[in-house]
């Protein structure tokens, strides 16, 4: 199993294409060189001036700002706005802010810059991280993106949110019982792995509708909202279960960020609270059979 029933339910997701090739190499501390000036509060495309000095060779991280959220732990899936350039160019080779939404992406299946210079900053901090070759894209370069072998490349990156690949909804939210007529059995306790089955011999659902499971402390998901979930899902017949903390799901692993009204399961979780967890259960959708999800709601953005 090497890719997300629940992403697939959605289709093809804008996804940070250039990053998710990186290359291996030592491990080095940041440098000290001189770096470009990157203009613009968190949130907004950068501008950078660049200076007349060549970079330092070594990777660089400095803090533009810095945000008073949890720390980035090494490994964790990151929400972020990020735009790249190649060492004094006034073109970017890559944009979140240009498509108009963040980016998903684990930090062990981007370039190895990104993975090194990233942890132990807070969410909501503002980075500028210059990464040579040889934590980039290599001797090989991106022959895509226009960067050679030789290119250092400059990111800024503003960090939303992180978690950790097994993170899941509150510990402590409000329980809320299943109704007895509901032909499936969730066991598990908020916060901890969840396992789900459907009875046997349950009607295939003729539609699609959800049942809380627990009331998060957050506040409700609205129309427009990007949602970010863990999930735990079979399809109907119990032949196919799925978890967002599964490994064999490669850069798919760890909590999911799709938007309500994709046409995922995930736009089932509108007017439920952040924090809380769900039971959703989703008719047969295309090529797609009938399943059910328990989603813990992370994030709302």
């Not at 089955?197 to 349950?202: C, F, H, K, L, Y």
């Not at 798919?252 to 046409?263: E, T």
Request: with cysteine; charged share 25%; aromatic share 6%.
């Amino acid at each position: 199993m090497t890719s997300s029933h629940l992403r697939a339910l959605a289709g093809a997701t804008a996804a940070a294409l250039l990053l998710l090739a990186g290359c291996s190499g030592s491990s080095e501390g940041t440098g000290g060189g001189s770096l470009p000036e990157a203009s613009g509060e968190f949130g907004d495309a950068p501008e950078f001036t660049w200076p007349d000095s060549d970079p330092s060779g070594e990777l660089e991280v400095e803090v533009l700002s810095e945000g008073d959220g949890p720390d980035v732990p090494e490994g964790a899936v990151v929400i972020a706005n990020y735009e790249g350039h190649v060492w004094g160019s006034d073109e970017a080779f890559d944009s979140s802010y240009e498509r108009g939404e963040p980016a998903r992406f684990p930090l062990d299946g981007v370039v190895q810059g990104w993975g090194e210079g990233i942890p132990g900053n807070p969410a909501g901090s503002r980075l500028l991280i210059s990464i040579p070759p040889e934590k980039g894209y290599g001797s090989e370069g991106n022959e895509q993106a226009g960067i050679g072998g030789e290119d250092t490349i400059v990111f800024v990156v503003d960090v939303i949110s992180a978690f950790e690949i097994d993170s899941l909804g509150e510990a402590e939210a409000t329980p809320v019982d299943l109704p007895e007529d509901v032909p499936v059995t969730v066991e598990g306790d908020l916060g901890q792995e969840v396992s789900v089955e459907v009875d046997e011999d349950a009607e295939e659902p003729a539609e699609s509708e959800t049942f809380a499971l627990s009331q998060g402390s957050g506040e409700k998901v609205e129309e427009g909202d990007t949602v970010v979930v863990a999930y735990t899902l079979t399809t109907w017949d119990n032949e196919l279960t799925e978890s967002s903390s599964m490994s064999e799901l490669g850069p798919n692993a760890g909590p999911q960020m799709l938007p309500v009204g994709a046409g995922s399961a995930l736009d089932l979780v509108e007017g439920y609270e952040v924090g809380s967890r769900v039971l959703i259960i989703q008719t047969a959708v295309e090529e797609m059979p009938p399943m059910v999800v328990v989603a813990d709601i992370l994030d709302a953005l």
